[in-house]
């Protein structure tokens, strides 16, 4: 059984930072490709950042920057380190594996994770 655990989500003031896990049990993450969405209330889910097989990265402009995605092979875990948080980064925080680098990049992944709520105030 495959799961994505995401965790490190929290209350943060703006300017401030956040470490972003997501952990996976029954799936090699190194295998595929890995990435972060994320969704705001009213908005529509949103593809930030992404990391294939190879480690090759990408960043939607939003986050370019600000953010930097890597994973750890050993723990089988995948990060996203947020600096420089603005109030509009406030959203729930979702990891997704698999299907291949098309599949993440067109929000078709093979798994979920269960999503971590990042909110920006002050």
């Known amino acids: 059984q495959v799961q994505l655990v995401e965790s490190g989500g929290g209350l943060v003031q703006p300017g401030g930072s956040l470490r972003l896990s997501c952990a996976a049990s029954g799936v090699t993450l190194a295998a595929d490709a890995t990435g972060w969405f994320r969704q705001a209330p009213g908005k529509e889910r949103e593809g930030i950042s992404h990391?294939?097989?190879?480690?090759?990265?990408y960043y939607a402009d939003s986050v370019k920057g600000r953010f930097t995605i890597s994973r750890d092979n050993a723990k089988n875990t995948v990060y996203l380190q947020m600096n420089n948080l603005k109030p509009e980064d406030t959203a729930v925080y979702y990891c997704?594996?698999?299907?291949?680098?098309?599949?993440?990049?067109?929000?078709?992944?093979?798994?979920w994770g269960q999503g971590t709520q990042v909110t920006v105030s002050s």
């Open positions: 990391i294939n097989n190879i480690e090759n990265t």
């Open positions: 997704a594996h698999g299907n291949g680098l098309v599949g993440v990049v067109s929000g078709r992944p093979k798994y």
